[in-house]
Nanobody
Framework: QVQLVESGGGLVQAGGSLRLSCAASGRTFSNYAMGWFRQAPGKEREFVASISRGGSKMYYADSVKARFIISRDNAKKMAYLQMNSLKPEDTAVYYC????????????????????WGQGTQVTVSS
């Protein structure tokens, strides 16, 4: 079992940056591949980015590629999403997710492959 808690959301102007954090507790964090998803009002949850358990492989949605960076610190049991050049369409609740994974595996965009989810953190980008 893994418990996930997101933080770092907030209100930012278009063009600004935010860094989201996902704190994990429970079993060995380094055994889990991680993902970030988001859900805007009235829309389905969508994939943002994912990272392998060791951090060597990343995968991004086209909509955030070159603007967002996913990373992790296994010693601290943390995952991060650095969001740059934010746009109003990035406004959503952002969720981190985890699943047990073999070394080197990275997942996305299906949210059904993830077993554990955080409660979400709101990101609002004003124009």
């Amino acid at each position: 079992q893994v418990q996930l808690v997101e933080s770092g959301g907030g209100l930012v102007q278009a063009g600004g940056s935010l860094r989201l954090s996902c704190a994990a507790s429970g079993r060995t964090f380094s055994n889990y591949a991680m993902g970030w998803f988001r859900q805007a009002p009235g829309k389905e949850r969508e994939f943002v980015a994912s990272i392998s358990r060791g951090g060597s492989k990343m995968y991004y949605a086209d909509s955030v590629k070159a603007r967002f960076i996913i990373s992790r610190d296994n010693a601290k049991k943390m995952a991060y999403l650095q969001m740059n050049s934010l746009k109003p369409e990035d406004t959503a609740v952002y969720y981190c997710a985890a699943r047990s994974a073999p070394v080197g595996s990275v997942y996305g965009p299906a949210d059904s492959v993830y077993d554990y989810w955080g409660q979400g953190t709101q990101v609002t980008v004003s124009s």
